[in-house]
């Protein structure tokens, strides 16, 4: 009986260290990937460029929900994310680092691995409410009002993103009920009338907007004129941008904007071979499938596939260099 327990002992033993050893083999040969909140279109998108990965590929990809770019870096930056989509204000902030990294230092270790598609910054208001210009948003133009806004997810890209554009019009987040929430919550606040307004940095059209105008008309603000040239002179990453009207309840006209762009990017030390075979997967046989995920994504493509980052203000992936060196996007 003795001899019986003690065999089983140490066939439980060995079974549990061949375990551990697997999960470490495998975990080791994943790659985790931060992506953005499920309410917006990078979550999918970047769920569906990992599948074609693991599809044709053999890639083994960990995709995770996130706040977006900023928190996607800085946990890079602690290795608990390898791969992240980011915007490239965040990006070059954070390879120099600058602005809101200066205290971390520069973080060599990002390289850029492609571009997504343009993202036009939409501020949401109703239609009939108070607020018909980005500066209602100033206490001193407005009677002294601090109206609720929600720039993005805590920590993520888009609240940096409004930080700078709100700049131009010389208003900072203290002078608005300024709050950071997911996609869902910013929506469900916006619908309770909690928050007058909301911020979002998404393609057209937008799940969440349409949801917020379901039951009561909207307004885009407009980003034009003087101001939308400074913006564009002083963050050279925004472009001019206009959505169309139609897409949202309210929305009757065409209203200009700006839009900034998307990255996939990735730690140096990821293999050279895995970001190779996962840019062959989405710009090959994954190609269709990726730019079905939504209108905007037929932006992906091998023409728009360094789009930002043209004079290598982040350092290639030596995956994608190479990639895109046969591909004759690099010479």
Same mark, same amino acid.
């Given at each position: 009986m003795k001899k019986c327990l003690l065999l089983f002992f140490m066939f439980c033993v060995l079974t549990s260290f061949a375990f551990s050893v697997g999960d470490a083999e495998r975990k080791s040969k994943a790659i985790v990937m931060g992506s953005s909140s499920m309410g917006g279109t990078w979550y999918p998108t970047a769920a569906r460029m990992a599948s074609v990965a693991i599809t044709y590929e053999n890639l083994l990809i960990t995709l995770q929900a996130s706040g977006g770019g900023t928190e996607n870096v800085r946990l890079m930056r602690q290795n608990q994310? /390898?791969? $992240?989509?980011?915007e490239p204000n965040i990006a070059n902030y954070a390879y120099r680092g600058e602005s809101l990294f200066a205290a971390d230092g520069k973080y060599d270790n990002i390289t850029f691995v492609t571009?997504?598609?343009?993202?036009? /910054?939409? @501020? @949401? @208001?109703? %239609?009939?409410?108070?607020?018909?210009?980005?500066?209602?948003?100033?206490?001193? %133009?407005n009677g002294g009002k601090k109206y609720g806004f929600a720039p993005g997810s805590p920590g993520s890209g888009d609240e940096y993103c409004w930080q700078e554009m709100f700049s131009v019009y010389g208003i900072t987040k203290d002078m608005m009920n300024w709050r950071p929430l997911s996609h869902s919550e910013r929506v469900m606040a916006f619908k309770d009338r909690i928050l007058e307004g909301l911020g979002f940095g998404t393609a057209t059209?937008?799940?969440?907007?349409?949801?917020?105008?379901? /039951?009561?008309?909207?307004?885009?603000?407009?980003?034009?004129?003087?101001?939308?040239?400074?913006?564009?002179?002083?963050?050279?990453?925004?472009?001019?941008? @206009?959505?169309?009207?139609?897409f949202y309840n309210g929305m009757d006209q065409d209203v200009q904007t700006v839009y900034i762009g998307g990255f996939v990017i990735a730690n140096k030390d990821v293999p050279e071979d895995f970001i190779y075979k996962y840019l062959n997967a989405v710009f090959g046989k994954g190609l269709k499938e990726v730019q079905s995920v939504a209108p905007a994504a037929q932006h992906i493509n091998l023409e728009n596939c360094i789009g930002g980052n043209e004079t290598a203000s982040i350092p290639?992936?030596? $995956?994608?260099? %190479?990639?895109?060196?046969e591909k004759g996007v690099l010479k």
């Amino acid at each position: 009986m003795k001899k019986c327990l003690l065999l089983f002992f140490m066939f439980c033993v060995l079974t549990s260290f061949a375990f551990s050893v697997g999960d470490a083999e495998r975990k080791s040969k994943a790659i985790v990937m931060g992506s953005s909140s499920m309410g917006g279109t990078w979550y999918p998108t970047a769920a569906r460029m990992a599948s074609v990965a693991i599809t044709y590929e053999n890639l083994l990809i960990t995709l995770q929900a996130s706040g977006g770019g900023t928190e996607n870096v800085r946990l890079m930056r602690q290795n608990q994310y /390898q791969m $992240g989509l980011c915007e490239p204000n965040i990006a070059n902030y954070a390879y120099r680092g600058e602005s809101l990294f200066a205290a971390d230092g520069k973080y060599d270790n990002i390289t850029f691995v492609t571009s997504l598609y343009p993202n036009e /910054q939409a @501020v @949401v @208001v109703m %239609k009939n409410g108070p607020i018909k210009t980005m500066y209602d948003f100033d206490p001193a %133009k407005n009677g002294g009002k601090k109206y609720g806004f929600a720039p993005g997810s805590p920590g993520s890209g888009d609240e940096y993103c409004w930080q700078e554009m709100f700049s131009v019009y010389g208003i900072t987040k203290d002078m608005m009920n300024w709050r950071p929430l997911s996609h869902s919550e910013r929506v469900m606040a916006f619908k309770d009338r909690i928050l007058e307004g909301l911020g979002f940095g998404t393609a057209t059209p937008s799940g969440a907007i349409i949801e917020a105008s379901a /039951q009561t008309p909207i307004r885009i603000l407009e980003i034009s004129g003087k101001e939308r040239d400074e913006i564009i002179k002083k963050f050279p990453w925004y472009a001019p941008a @206009v959505i169309k009207a139609g897409f949202y309840n309210g929305m009757d006209q065409d209203v200009q904007t700006v839009y900034i762009g998307g990255f996939v990017i990735a730690n140096k030390d990821v293999p050279e071979d895995f970001i190779y075979k996962y840019l062959n997967a989405v710009f090959g046989k994954g190609l269709k499938e990726v730019q079905s995920v939504a209108p905007a994504a037929q932006h992906i493509n091998l023409e728009n596939c360094i789009g930002g980052n043209e004079t290598a203000s982040i350092p290639f992936h030596p $995956g994608a260099e %190479k990639f895109f060196k046969e591909k004759g996007v690099l010479k």
